[in-house]
Antibody
Framework: QVQVVQSGAEVKKPGASVRVSCKAS????????MHWVRQAPGQGLEWLGI????????FYAENFQGRVTMTRDTSTSTVYMELSSLRFEDTAVYYC?????????????WGQGTPVTVSS | DIQMTQSPSSLSAFVGHRVTITCRAS??????LAWFQQKPGKAPKSLIY???SLQSGVPSKFSGSGFGTDFTLTISNLQPEDFATYYC?????????FGQGTKLEIK
């Protein structure tokens, strides 16, 4: 069965970087895009961007361009999201979610979420 | 960016009743619309894609409709486990965007 498992909680200081991992299993890793979405405490969902695990190409939301980098390791079926120059307002739960087979924009399977806290 | 506006922001309903949530896009998105359910402390769960197609394993009490800019999610025969927050999301064009959410509570 499809599974998407994320790394554990992180606490970072302002200005630092954080890298969150997302390990996929139960399907052909390079056949489906992977998205990243975040949710600040008590707030709604915000889309960060998407990566194609096949070739490694990515697209980032304008709000995060210059600060976010999405990469993948096909040998371990893992995608990574790194966010730099962290600010207090980056405190959120970060989710990875798989793009559906023929409709890559539909997020069908979600990871459990990784809480990231930015605190001095 | 395409703005997604849900209404209402919150609503309460009785067990056994039916509710409808509306989602409006700021421009035509064809049928590139998905719905998600989220419970406190949990990841969102996918319900519907393509405006009306049920994700595998989702019960038929959930139904979606709409095209272009106006969409609805209807939940019939409400049960305690259905009380949650619901989000719509457009995937017509980057950046993908979500509605602000509709919190469904038990009356």
């Amino acid at each position: 069965q499809v599974q998407v498992v994320q790394s554990g909680a992180e606490v970072k200081k302002p200005g630092a970087s954080v890298r969150v991992s997302c390990k996929a299993s139960g399907y052909s890793f390079t056949s489906n895009y992977m998205h990243w979405v975040r949710q600040a405490p008590g707030q709604g969902l915000e889309w960060l961007g998407i990566i194609n695990p096949s070739g490694g190409s990515s697209f980032y939301a304008e709000n995060f361009q210059g600060r976010v980098t999405m990469t993948r390791d096909t040998s371990t079926s893992t995608v990574y999201m790194e966010l730099s120059s962290l600010r207090f307002e980056d405190t959120a739960v970060y989710y990875c979610a798989r793009g559906f087979d023929d409709i890559s924009g539909f997020l069908d399977y979600w990871g459990q979420g990784t809480p990231v806290t930015v605190s001095s | 960016d395409i703005q997604m506006t849900q209404s209402p922001s919150s609503l309460s309903a009785f067990v056994g009743h039916r509710v409808t949530i509306t989602c409006r896009a700021s421009q035509d998105i064809s049928n590139s619309l998905a719905w998600f359910q989220q419970k406190p402390g949990k990841a969102p769960k996918s319900l519907i894609y393509g405006a009306f197609s049920l994700q595998s394993g989702v019960p038929s009490k959930f139904s979606g409709s709409g095209f272009g800019t106006d969409f609805t999610l209807t939940i019939s025969n409400l049960q305690p486990e259905d009380f949650a927050t619901y989000y719509c999301q457009q995937y017509d064009s980057y950046p993908y965007t979500f509605g602000q959410g509709t919190k469904l509570e038990i009356k």
